[in-house]
């Protein structure tokens, strides 16, 4: 199977967490997101373990909220000790409304507005990533109207390609993000951060994409910004004293997949960086990054019932099923690979090779291609895309006025709902 958290029991029936997906099915209805919380607990520590380990006490990992984001995932961050990032107001505010401690929230984003700058710093986030010059001026005004100092990194770009697909390439020259080190473009922004009187700035942040499996690509990271922050030092005496690397290790959608061996990542690559950094004179920043996927993707899973099989006889067969691009958009934005899986196993192993489609009237509306299912499947019949934990509810719409499934938290044998499924009132909850 593709994760451990995966299985069949004798009967051939797909459990996930130890719990059987029909009798979940039967509990909260289809489609269904179901969330393996042991699984994202055990992912946390294991980052928080290996960080302590490789980087020292002080280092400290940041959920990338945007992975998944809701009141009980910012509760168990905030029990298993994970800061968290943001990248809008409605984030800082489901962080606070759960409770999440204030000084761990980081709040990013190239295109943050004047309201959001104000929301921020008036709830006291403990660090804004500053993208650019003009929101630096904003926000060091937004800081001195109130009348508090503003702990902020700055966003560059280290001109990494993390040999990833284009749509989540994060850190190459030429992409919307951050400041480019070419051109001394960086070296200004530094400057003119650190004359302002509101701001601390307390070091760097880059994130060279996303789905990164390369192991070069953190060290050749490492190895332009501990160049970058010795240029600081010796231009502006400017000490970093934080360095945010972002996030972006890759996970595996289908069993041929590599699997990335995360602690030893770390490991390595702290050792890289403590030797550049000796190299420079440098003395090592406390060290940041913040994984969304790699914390949540392996604890999803998406359940959807057939509606249909189609077999356009001498083209292709089709499975439809009851959700689609509305619950997982992925497949349509960037071609996403999936692993899907069939409620039950086929007769005598009897399968045949299906596109699995959603319910949206758009032909687009793919939710993986030429998957293999059993040759009988037919309505009623349930189906799995197994790995949705990050970038599907959070990627979720309402297109074609259908509401958002529920979220299914799965811990110790036990479920329980997160996030109920949306009515129809909720539907037009908003229109006057
Ligand atoms: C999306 C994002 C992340 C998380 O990336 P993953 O691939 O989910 O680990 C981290 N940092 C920034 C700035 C991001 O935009």
């Given amino acids: 199977m593709l994760a451990s958290n995966i299985q069949r029991d004798q009967q051939g029936r797909l459990c996930f967490a130890g719990q059987r997906i029909e009798k979940l099915a039967q509990e909260y209805g289809?489609?269904?997101?179901?969330?393996?919380?042991?699984?994202?607990?055990?992912?946390?520590?294991?980052y928080?373990?290996?960080?302590?380990?490789?980087?020292?006490?002080?280092?400290l990992p940041l959920y990338a909220s945007k992975a998944a984001s809701f009141l009980q995932m910012y509760r168990i961050m905030a029990e298993e000790g994970m800061g968290v990032d943001t990248v809008s107001q409605g984030e800082i505010f489901t962080a606070l409304r759960a409770g999440f401690p204030t000084e761990k929230i980081t709040f990013h984003g190239d295109g943050k507005t004047d309201e959001d700058i104000r929301f921020a710093v008036e709830n006291r986030v403990g660090c804004i990533v500053v993208d650019n010059e003009t929101e630096l001026g904003c926000l060091e005004a937004e800081a001195e109207k109130q009348g508090i100092t503003q702990k902020v990194l700055l966003r560059i770009t280290p001109g990494i390609d993390p040999h990833t697909y284009e749509a989540v390439n994060t850190g190459k020259i030429d992409v919307k993000f951050g400041v480019p080190i070419a051109d001394d473009q960086a070296l200004h922004f530094v400057e003119k951060a650190i004359s302002m009187h509101a701001l601390d700035v307390e070091g760097l942040h880059c994130h060279v994409g996303s789905m990164v499996f390369d192991e070069m690509v953190f060290e050749d990271t490492v190895d332009v910004m501990v160049a970058f922050m010795k240029e600081l030092y010796n231009?502006?005496?400017?000490?970093?004293?934080?360095?945010?690397?972002?996030?972006?290790?890759?996970?595996?959608?289908?069993?041929?997949?590599?699997?990335?061996?995360?602690?030893?990542?770390?490991?390595?690559l702290a050792e890289h960086m403590k030797k550049r950094v000796a190299e420079a004179g440098l003395t090592m920043p406390m060290v940041l990054m913040e994984p969304g996927r790699s914390i949540v993707a392996d604890a999803g899973m998406t359940v959807y019932t057939v509606s249909t099989v189609k077999h356009l006889k001498n083209f292709k067969n089709y499975v439809i099923v009851d959700g689609g691009m509305a619950d997982n958009p992925r497949y349509c934005l960037y071609r996403s690979a999936y692993t899907v899986l069939p409620g039950k196993v086929a007769e005598e192993g009897r399968e045949e090779i299906f596109d699995l489609v959603g319910r949206c009237c758009e032909s687009g509306d793919i939710l993986q291609p030429g998957?293999?299912?059993?040759?009988?499947?037919?309505?009623?019949?349930?189906?799995?895309?197994?790995?949705?934990g990050a970038y599907n509810y959070s990627m979720a719409s309402n297109y074609n006025r259908l509401g958002r499934p529920p979220v299914v938290m799965l811990e110790q044998g036990k479920s329980r709902l997160a996030v109920r499924r949306e009515t129809p009132d909720d539907l037009c909850a908003l229109d006057m």
């Fill in 48 to 59: 928080l373990n290996a960080f302590r380990e490789s980087f020292g006490e002080n280092a």
């Fill in 235 to 268: 231009s502006f005496n400017f000490v970093t004293r934080k360095l945010n690397l972002g996030g972006g290790y890759g996970v595996r959608y289908r069993e041929n997949d590599k699997v990335i061996d995360i602690p030893a990542r770390i490991q390595t």
């Fill in 371 to 388: 998957v293999a299912l059993p040759a009988d499947i037919s309505r009623g019949d349930l189906v799995a895309v197994c790995t949705t």
């Fill in 30 to 46: 289809t489609p269904l997101y179901l969330m393996d919380e042991d699984r994202i607990r055990l992912n946390c520590r294991m």
